[in-house]
T-cell receptor, first 116, second 117 residues
Framework: DTGVSQDPRHKITKRGQNVTFRCDPISEHNRLYWYRQTLGQGPEFLTYFQNEAQLEKSRLLSDRFSAERPKGSFSTLEIQRTEQGDSAMYLC??????????????FGNGTRLTVT | AQKITQTQPGMFVQEKEAVTLDCTYDTSDPSYGLFWYKQPSSGEMIFLIYQGSYDQQNATEGRYSLNFQKARKSANLVISASQLGDSAMYFCAMSRYVMDSNYQLIWGAGTKLIIKP
């Protein structure tokens, strides 16, 4: 059983640069979520997809952030004109929604972004 | 407002002892779920156990059990026979159902557990 895969694991970038992260969910999972986690805190919801449709975006997701899931499989999260405040762990999670609405989120290893 | 409180920022426990990690919650929703996740230093958030608000029995998964006391609004995680590999951050989270089979997770601040050999 392949888990949620995220790439890269670490990204160091200079302020003002654009970065893109990739997430490959568990194959039979139809919902995909992006979270952001800063040190010492729990994850904060950013956005989620049902197949290829982006159904909800948090107000944390400023105009510099964009997420896509073009074919309903993998997803990308892009941050344009990065700021030092964007430094965080970006976590992707997926779940299969069907008969059991309580199915847990399964998370990847995360991408740790450092903006210098 | 929905809120999760984990009052233990850090804990040291001797290997092989049982551990109880505290979690209290606040909600006015009639239906909700409670989750525990483990986050090792590698960063991955690992699902451990789930308890639904209407479940009569406390959830158990191997060495993990959830001590659910609905009247007290507490959902403590119990780890039996702790192992060195249990050292990690532990997060309690509560689901709030929104629509379309979706829920939002409200997270606690976490408890850092260190198991001593």
């Amino acid at each position: 059983d392949t888990g949620v895969s995220q790439d890269p694991r670490h990204k160091i970038t200079k302020r003002g640069q654009n970065v893109t992260f990739r997430c490959d969910p568990i194959s039979e999972h139809n919902r995909l979520y992006w979270y952001r986690q800063t040190l010492g805190q729990g994850p904060e919801f950013l956005t989620y997809f049902q197949n290829e449709a982006q159904l909800e975006k948090s107000r944390l997701l400023s105009d510099r952030f964009s997420a896509e899931r073009p074919k309903g499989s993998f997803s990308t999260l892009e941050i344009q004109r990065t700021e030092q405040g964007d430094s965080a762990m970006y976590l992707c999670a997926s779940r299969r929604v069907g008969q059991n609405d309580n199915s847990p989120l399964h998370f990847g290893n995360g991408t740790r972004l450092t903006v210098t | 407002a929905q809120k999760i409180t984990q009052t233990q920022p850090g804990m040291f426990v001797q290997e092989k002892e049982a551990v109880t990690l505290d979690c209290t919650y606040d909600t006015s929703d009639p239906s909700y779920g409670l989750f525990w996740y483990k986050q090792p230093s590698s960063g991955e958030m690992i699902f451990l156990i789930y308890q639904g608000s209407y479940d009569q029995q406390n959830a158990t998964e191997g060495r993990y059990s959830l001590n659910f006391q609905k009247a007290r609004k507490s959902a403590n995680l119990v780890i039996s026979a702790s192992q060195l590999g249990d050292s990690a951050m532990y997060f309690c989270a509560m689901s709030r159902y929104v629509m379309d089979s979706n829920y939002q997770l409200i997270w606690g601040a976490g408890t850092k557990l260190i198991i001593k050999p």
